[in-house]
């Protein structure tokens, strides 16, 4: 599996024990927008492209059957929609992300991250 470059932005939440944790958030933009998801055994993040799951002709619910997470082999069956969703590395406590506003940030404050990508094979 490879990665790929997703264009995101980025918040940071901290749980009680203080720890600190960067969360990466893609926005709406006609429906075309990445949607991540995350392995709750080792906080990998994956992107799933719309295009690529359309012109594959796999949807991601079936091709979640088959592969394994790239960083510790987990099936991707248990991966959880990010960052609704999400863990805190160190402690593997999980945390719940939700955005007030819907409108788009501004572009000066998005970020270009690597997440997994699952159709890359």
Not at 32 to 53: G, W, Y
Not at 79 to 105: C, E, M, N
Request: proline share 7%.
């Amino acid at each position: 599996m490879k990665t790929r470059n997703v264009r995101c932005w980025k918040v940071e939440r901290q749980c009680e024990s203080g720890e600190t944790v960067e969360i990466y958030f893609t926005v709406p933009d006609f429906g075309d927008n990445d949607r991540l998801f995350t392995c709750l055994n080792c906080a990998a993040i994956f992107a799933v492209s719309p295009d690529a799951e359309y012109y594959s002709g796999v949807p991601f619910e079936k091709l979640r059957e088959r592969p394994y997470c790239a960083v510790c082999g987990t099936t991707l069956k248990g991966l959880a929609a990010y960052p609704d969703t999400y863990l805190y590395p160190q402690s593997k406590k999980v945390g719940h992300f939700s955005r007030d506003d819907r409108t788009i940030p501004p572009d000066n404050e998005a970020v270009v991250k690597e997440f997994w990508d699952p159709y890359s094979g």
